[in-house]
Structure formats: C-alpha cells, structure tokens
C-alpha cells in the first residue's frame, strides 16, 4: 500500500491517476491533512480496527497540509516505532533551502518538487514509484 497525503485535489487525483496509470498493483490510501494522515497510520479516528502492523511501503506527503503541517507528520512518523522506517517523500511545491534542511533533518527519505508542468510532473511520479517499488529494497515487517 502506498499512503498519499495531499489537501489539493487536483494535485491528490493527478498522483493517484499517474500512480495507476504507471500500473502501479498497490493499494493507495488517502489522507487530505495531516491529522487524518496520522490517524491512517495509528488506526485512530475513522481508522480504528485498521491492521496498523500493515503499515505503507512507502508516503508520499506534502508538506503544506491543513491541521498539522507535513513536517509535523514526518516528525511523528519516525517517533512512534510502528512507522519509523516507512519511507517518506516529501512531495511539496515549496523551494525553500530551509524546508529541504528541515525534511531531511527530521528524516525525510527524499524531498521532490512538484512541478508545474503536467508532464513534468507525471514523470517524477513515474519515476518516483519506479524506484520505490521496483528498486528499493523494502524492509520485511516480522
């Protein structure tokens, strides 16, 4: 599964449409803030029950997020055990040098721009599931 956390919804149903047109077989969830996000991970809130030993292969989340901010997410997914290792990619239109610095120092996996151009942009994404899926190693839940 593959966790995308997005609050604009051009910007959430071109990543999922790319996704899926890059035949991507996972399932993707969908968090639009970042309260709702944490929850997915948790299993609080509206995902109570939710197996949280299945956790994602891999977040995409946006950094500008409506109730708690994208680094905020970030923080809490490495400080809880259950989500410390999910890997997570910042996929944010900010070009910030302070924002970059910040992600990763908090423990980013990798930091991407979103960019303008649609094309531009489906083929980051491309790429993106590419190497998370398909090169990357992911790490075995025991």
Known sequence: MILV???NPDHLEL???TLEEAGVKEEIAVARDGAEALEFLFGLGAFA???VQKQ???VLLDMKLPKLSGLDVLRSIRANSLTA???VIILTSSSEHSDVVACYQSGANSFVRKPVDFADFTEK??????YWLGVNEALAVV
Do not use: H, K, M, W
């Open 5 to 7: 956390v997005e609050d």
């Open 15 to 17: 990543t999922v449409l």
């Open 49 to 51: 029950g939710r197996d």
């Open 56 to 58: 994602p292969r891999f």
């Open 85 to 87: 290792l999910v890997p």
């Open 125 to 130: 994404l491309s790429c993106l599931q590419a």
